[in-house]
């Protein structure tokens, strides 16, 4: 699971010890200027992916860099609960998507309208 957190004009997830450990990944710092939206999903599905670099358990963990549906994305998430889905900005990184299961007590819908927000707020004042 991932602590997410907006920093000035920072987009900041935090891993676990155990989620770089599976993802064979740092935590993200992602200026918000490279976000092009924040949603909620379902997780992709293990038949959906493959696996890149990182662990590929189906639903008990995804975690890592995969190829999915032709794109470099991050995926670290485990069952079939929502994920916060970000998507980056054209260049602005080698990942397409950003795939994350959200640390309690906050939701992936809490996280997406924070996101959301910040980035009308940034659009605003642009």
Known sequence: MAH???????L???L?????LWAIHGSFRV???NIASATVSKPPSFW???KVLGTNAGSLKMAGTFLYHGD????DY???EDVLVIDLAENASKYKHLFFHVDPPDSADDVANRITAALH????TT
């Open 48 to 50: 959906e992916s493959l």
């Open 72 to 75: 470099v994305v991050f995926f």
């Open 121 to 124: 707020a940034r659009s605003a």
């Open 31 to 33: 200026p918000l200027a």
């Open 78 to 80: 485990q069952g079939s």
């Open 12 to 14: 900041i997830v935090e």
């Open 16 to 20: 676990s010890s155990w989620d770089k």
């Open 4 to 10: 997410v957190r907006i920093d000035n004009d920072l």
